[in-house]
């Protein structure tokens, strides 16, 4: 995957949020649930505190939620609905990195759970004992989300808190009970040994691509940079970030601020990916349809009205550089064709290397 790219969360022509909506009503949710330890110990004055941070960061969604309206919410959740089955991936076995990582991250939350509770319920620790019961419920909340795509980019950054606290876990639990409850400072020192010791190192060095099967390829360390109205986006690749360049070149000969531009794959049949960070670049126009982002069975799903909307961009730019993603789920099955004809039939070249494509809509 390309160096710095950023999740994509953008804004269609209706006002409809992109992106991972669902994540991020899933961590709000989260962040009550875990916080119920911290707030039970605070008392009335940090319970208040908290509520009212809470409807702070919660408050920008409502005039949002107003000028989008029920229409376009719902079809953007009936849209992240039907990708589901296009993005999940199998439970990884054990021998694989994924596998290994997926363990330890279970492992810790089992450790941190086992020892929040028992400081919770003996009410010793101070805050130590409520602080661990939230971390391990707000990593136990994100395991649907981890298991719904249980590979190293998605596992890790849930991973990554409970796992670090381990060593953190130990000299608690050392020195809370010490040699008055062996057995059960044994357990939890025996969870944060073989966890350690189980993952492989390699596990946080596996680069994207290796995990995902793209062809594309990057040494992790180099970035090339794509720049375009006073704005940069960085690429693994030096040849997708030189043919990015001059099909944006190629662009600024013809559009006018405020015409309209798709963004997609070579074949609109496939829906696994595109190159989302092609709107960040062209600030003065805009998307010509719902899907900046590509997601299978909702951008080519039999009725997702993509080839109506296409039919209406002046500028389309297709990218062949997600066509070696290939994953065993619904993201394989093809749409219908109807795009593919649009573009072919309204829409005439400007512009081809062996990345990208800018089509022009024909005179």
Known sequence: ??????????????????????????????????????LWLGGRTARRRYALGFLAGVAPYLPHAAIVGPSG?????????????????????????????LVAYMAAVVALSMVGAALVATRNGGVEGPLLLSVAL???????????????????????????????????AAR?????????????????????GFLAPEVVRV???????????????????????GRSFRLASEDAARHASVVLSRLDEFAAPGDTVFVGPRDLRRAIYNDTWLYFLLPELVPATFYLEFNPGGANGEDSGLAEELASADFVILTNRWEGWIEPNESRRLGPDEPNTVVASLFCAEAETASFALYRRCR
Do not use: C
């Open 1 to 38: 995957m390309d160096a710095a790219q950023p999740a994509t969360i953008g804004i269609d022509r209706q006002g409809t949020p992109r992106g991972n909506i669902a994540a991020r009503h899933e961590f709000a949710a989260l962040a009550l649930v875990s916080a119920i330890p911290l």
């Open 73 to 101: 919410l719902l079809r953007n959740f009936h849209d992240l609905i039907d990708s589901v089955p296009g993005r999940k991936l199998p439970v990884p076995f054990l021998s694989t990195d994924s596998g290994e990582l």
């Open 138 to 172: 707000f990593s136990a909340g994100l395991l649907p989300y981890v298991l719904s795509r249980p590979d190293v980019p998605h596992i890790l950054p849930s991973a990554f808190v409970p796992v670090s606290l381990l060593p953190v876990l130990g000299v608690v």
């Open 207 to 229: 680069p994207a691509e290796e995990q995902l099967g793209l062809a594309i390829r990057g040494d992790g360390r180099t970035a090339f940079e794509v720049e375009h109205a």
């Open 176 to 196: 809370t009970w010490g040699r008055r409850r062996t057995v059960e400072l044994t357990l939890v020192l025996a969870i944060i040994a073989g966890v350690l």
